[in-house]
T-cell receptor
Framework: GNSVTQMEGPVTLSEEAFLTINCTYT??????LFWYVQYPGEGLQLLLK?????DKGSNKGFEATYRKETTSFHLEKGSVQVSDSAVYFC?????????FGAGTTVTVRA | NAGVTQTPKFQVLKTGQSMTLQCAQD?????MYWYRQDPGMGLRLIYY???????DKGEVPNGYNVSRLNKREFSLRLESAAPSQTSVYFC???????????????FGDGTRLSIL
């Protein structure tokens, strides 16, 4: 079946540091890939998406590239801010359903 | 912009009590979903409704029932609550899914449910 594995947290960074969260997937067919973000006490919000191989999704300074050869969709941001502190979920959509990774908690210190 | 609205936001139940969680979306989406979120496990799909009039089991359906009341509303019912159902429950909706078009899902703010 479909599954998503993302790096375990928590991750603690200083402001303006570089952030990478690794995500790999297992799927049949042609899945779409997503990153969602969850701020404290809130639901998940779509951060970015990619629908086919070599697509790059980007939003709010975050980027992720759909790599079919390595079955990966790593999230990156070049300079994080305190407001980026949240839980980040990698997800795969195939056969009408979403499969989520376990989530990575990111804390950015001023 | 209401999006996906869940009620209630918090609830405490005793073991064996029943409860219905409500969800409504105003985006004219065809598909709706119920998830539970537990620490270290991400979100797991309980039930989903691909379109009005249909419902299907997800990954963890045991102990739950759902009703797709109309296109806007999708409720989740716990008939006899158990402590293992203590969790945060999220409702989501999305546009029409096909085998080649995977639409992103839009989430509500969650219902925090504790079973004593």
């Amino acid at each position: 079946g479909n599954s998503v594995t993302q790096m375990e947290g928590p991750v603690t960074l200083s402001e303006e540091a570089f952030l990478t969260i690794n995500c790999t997937y297992t799927a049949t067919g042609y899945p779409s890939l997503f990153w969602y973000v969850q701020y404290p006490g809130e639901g998940l919000q779509l951060l970015l998406k990619a629908t086919k191989a070599d697509d790059k999704g980007s939003n709010k300074g975050f980027e992720a590239t759909y790599r079919k050869e390595t079955t990966s969709f790593h999230l990156e941001k070049g300079s994080v801010q305190v407001s980026d502190s949240a839980v980040y979920f990698c997800a795969l959509s195939a056969n009408y359903k979403l499969s989520f990774g376990a989530g990575t908690t990111v804390t950015v210190r001023a | 912009n209401a999006g996906v609205t869940q009620t209630p936001k918090f609830q405490v139940l005793k073991t064996g009590q029943s409860m219905t969680l409500q969800c409504a979306q105003d985006m004219n989406h065809n598909s709706m979903y119920w998830y539970r979120q537990d620490p270290g496990m991400g979100l797991r799909l309980i039930y989903y409704s691909a379109s009005e009039g249909t419902t299907d089991k997800g990954e963890v359906p045991n102990g739950y029932n759902v009703s797709r009341l109309n296109k806007r509303e999708f409720s989740l019912r716990l008939e006899s609550a158990a402590p293992s159902q203590t969790s945060v429950y999220f409702c989501a909706s999305s546009g029409h899914q096909t085998s080649t078009s995977n639409q992103p899902q839009h989430f509500g703010d969650g219902t925090r449910l504790s079973i004593l």
